[in-house]
């Protein structure tokens, strides 16, 4: 019950965060989704993704926010609307045909499928001894993922400081 | 120069002063504390980064890149990067990559325990909070060289 309706109120966050036109309240409202989401892992007993979620999206709206204060983006809302619209409802409809088909297939809510993960859950403490069974997996029995998800973020702050630095730019 | 590159009010200002070594305190406690409790190197990092930024919006760019500079922050993320990568090489010695190496895992839900995962937390930690205060940096140094033209 709680989890439909903190998930009502992350939909309804997301198309006032689309729809709206000041760039400021976009972003805040951006901000309210995040949290909602953050509520939603603690509801589904998630603690660690909570934290991670929580303190991520705060750094976000931050530099988003620092990004967008002083920018005033023009914004588009011209004609084509017959044309938005049909295109719209096309898509709308053909991911609620795929879903249904896709749904189907999925165990329920809730119960998994333990053939891996079973293992984890028995043989984790007595194996790595970390209390955390989140921290026992993600940096021991599936540490190989953790590596890669560690270079992605390293790509990415290369690439930032790479591309906006101010050394070596040529002055105009 | 812009008013507000010098920092916030004086009420912003002290309510910093107070909160801000609670807040680098509380990330280091989640970091380390990564294989007890929920939390975790990632966590815990972003926090760290957090309580940097704090500083940088309510000081001024000058005060906070002078307690951590780009080019240290630069450091400590290839440091972080290199010493998880080092930590899973290591296993190689005992066989295989990410190996559990240490004989003696300590008793669990202590401090002292779980072999790797504690030094995993914190190479993490190294990586994600330099790295994200870095991005921030460069951001904010790239805002403001712009306006300068």
Known sequence: MELKLILLFMVFGAVIAVKIEDLLSSVIAVGAVGLGLSMAFLVLKAPDLAITQLV????????????????????????????????????????????????????????????????????????TGAANIVASIILDFRGYDTLGEATVLFTAVIGVLAIIRKVGRIKK | MKKSDKGMTLIVKTITRLTVGLILLYGIYIVLHGHISPGGGFAGGVIIALSFIHLMLAFGKEFA?????????????????????????????????????????????????????????????????????????????????????
């Not at chain 1, 530099?63 to 588009?76: E, G, Q, S, V, W």
């Not at chain 2, 930590?87 to 010695?93: C, E, K, S, V």
Request: net charge positive.
């Open chain 1, 56 to 127: 991520v999206e705060i750094l976000c709206l931050i530099i988003l926010i620092r990004a967008t204060i002083n920018k005033d983006l023009p914004l588009i809302k011209d004609g084509r609307w017959f044309f938005n619209t049909v295109a719209t409802l096309l898509f709308i409809a053909s991911f609620l045909m795929f879903a249904y088909f896709a749904l189907l297939e999925l165990p329920d809510f809730g119960k998994p499928i333990m053939r891996v993960a079973g293992s984890y859950i028995a043989n984790g403490l007595a194996k």
């Open chain 2, 65 to 149: 890149l002078k307690k951590l500079s780009q080019a240290a922050a630069s450091l400590l993320e290839n440091l972080g990067a290199l010493m998880f990568l080092g930590i899973a090489l290591a296993g190689l010695t005992g066989g295989y990559f990410f190996l559990n190496f240490f004989i003696n895992k300590g008793k669990p839900f202590t401090l002292f325990s779980a072999g790797i995962i504690p030094l995993c937390n914190i190479a993490i930690c190294l990586k994600v909070g330099a790295g994200l205060f870095a991005i921030f940096a460069a951001l904010i140094l790239f805002d403001s060289s712009q306006e300068n033209k």
